[in-house]
């Protein structure tokens, strides 16, 4: 990890000293990230590669602010959720169709439990769609990306505290939403 920091670093000042190869490794180091996080938050393939584009636009055109106090997937992620959240606040009635992208099959797997694992997939996207951004977009960064609590409170700009119960309340409305839809929690 120190060192994929140091490599970041390394593009950042690459790029300010005029060498675009710095941000193009940057955009290839995080594209799929920055793709991931959007589309589990808006579940549009079109308009997540859109939005993914204007987050590296706003990257392109302020990374002379970068001010190295954070790491910079932490900023970058800053910038995609807040970029996310504009495009769902332009456009309200997006906000309640995004989710969680499908469990990737073991190749171990047979038909049966690919199909089982797609359904169960859907029905956690149709369950998370209902829980609101505020709280989804915690959850996305913990659950799908990982990212530590102190990571995901500099993303979110609140406080630990305040990231734990969006985490907390957010797996609370999953899991009203999964027993509405039947889904068994045990």
């Known amino acids: 990890m120190e060192n994929q920091i140091d490599e970041d670093v390394l593009c950042?000042?690459?790029?300010l000293k005029?060498?675009?190869?710095?941000f193009e490794d940057l955009?290839?180091?995080?594209?799929?990230?920055?793709?991931?996080?959007?589309?589990s938050l808006?579940?549009?393939?079109?308009?997540?590669?859109?939005?993914?584009?204007?987050?590296?636009?706003?990257?392109?055109?302020?990374?002379?602010?970068?001010?190295?106090?954070s790491r910079f997937s932490t900023w970058l992620y800053r910038i995609t959720v807040n970029t996310v959240?504009?495009?769902?606040?332009?456009r309200k009635n997006i906000t309640q169709d995004a989710v969680f992208f499908e469990p990737l099959a073991a190749s171990d797997q047979g038909p049966r439990e690919v199909l089982l694992?797609?359904?169960?997939g859907?029905?956690?996207?149709?369950?998370?769609?209902?829980?609101?951004?505020?709280?989804?977009?915690?959850?996305?960064?913990?659950?799908i990306e990982n990212l530590s609590y102190l990571e995901i409170s500099e993303v979110l700009h609140c406080s630990l505290?305040?990231?734990?119960?969006k985490i907390y309340r957010a797996r609370k409305f999953l899991k009203q939403e999964l027993l509405k839809l039947g889904v068994n929690q045990s």
């Open 12 to 15: 950042v000042e690459t790029f």
């Open 18 to 22: 005029g060498a675009d190869r710095g």
């Open 27 to 39: 955009v290839r180091r995080y594209e799929n990230r920055v793709l991931n996080i959007i589309y």
């Open 42 to 69: 808006i579940r549009s393939d079109s308009e997540s590669r859109d939005i993914a584009q204007e987050v590296f636009l706003k990257v392109y055109h302020n990374l002379e602010s970068f001010r190295r106090q």
């Open 85 to 90: 959240y504009d495009f769902l606040r332009k």
């Open 117 to 120: 694992a797609k359904e169960k």
């Open 122 to 143: 859907e029905i956690v996207r149709l369950a998370l769609a209902k829980v609101p951004f505020k709280f989804r977009s915690a959850l996305v960064l913990k659950d």
């Open 161 to 165: 505290g305040t990231v734990e119960s």
